[in-house]
């Protein structure tokens, strides 16, 4: 089984105050500034369908599993999994690496999740 980050290079904040944490990145902003600058990114709020479907498929633990399918038809079917009910989002399949492309609403646009088809009929 084979680990790998889903966003490298991306740092997350979670708050369930909103406020709160918008008010401490504003106490800090020259610092932030100062690093926007060196890593060339810039600090912006995730949308709430990107949010959904994130928490969706990465769970309390923030990790992905694999999910398991077939292709019936050229029809993809996940029978387990964190892409389970998803399947209008998968954008390409490979199966020799057990990876799906998947459509991410808003500015992430796409991201690898693992999937393993099981038959193909």
């Known amino acids: 089984m084979?680990?790998?980050?889903?966003f490298p290079?991306?740092?997350?904040?979670?708050?369930?105050?909103?406020?709160?944490?918008?008010?401490?990145?504003?106490?800090?902003?020259d610092t932030f500034a100062k690093l926007q600058v060196e890593i060339n990114r810039e600090l912006s709020v995730i949308e709430a369908e990107e949010q959904q479907l994130l928490n969706s498929l990465?769970?309390?633990?923030?990790?992905i599993g694999?999910?398991?399918?077939?292709?019936?038809e050229g029809?993809?079917?996940v029978t387990s999994?964190?892409?389970?009910g998803k399947e209008r989002l998968i954008r390409k399949i490979d199966r020799h690496k057990r990876m799906a492309k998947?459509?991410?609403?808003?500015?992430?646009?796409?991201?690898?999740?693992?999937?393993?088809?099981?038959?193909?009929s």
């Open 2 to 6: 084979e680990q790998k980050l889903l």
């Open 9 to 29: 290079g991306y740092v997350f904040l979670e708050s369930e105050n909103s406020e709160l944490l918008e008010k401490e990145i504003k106490k800090y902003q």
């Open 58 to 63: 990465c769970g309390n633990f923030h990790h």
């Open 66 to 72: 694999l999910s398991k399918g077939f292709i019936h």
């Open 75 to 77: 029809q993809t079917l």
């Open 81 to 84: 999994g964190p892409l389970q």
């Open 102 to 120: 998947v459509e991410v609403p808003g500015r992430m646009k796409e991201m690898n999740v693992g999937l393993e088809i099981e038959s193909k």
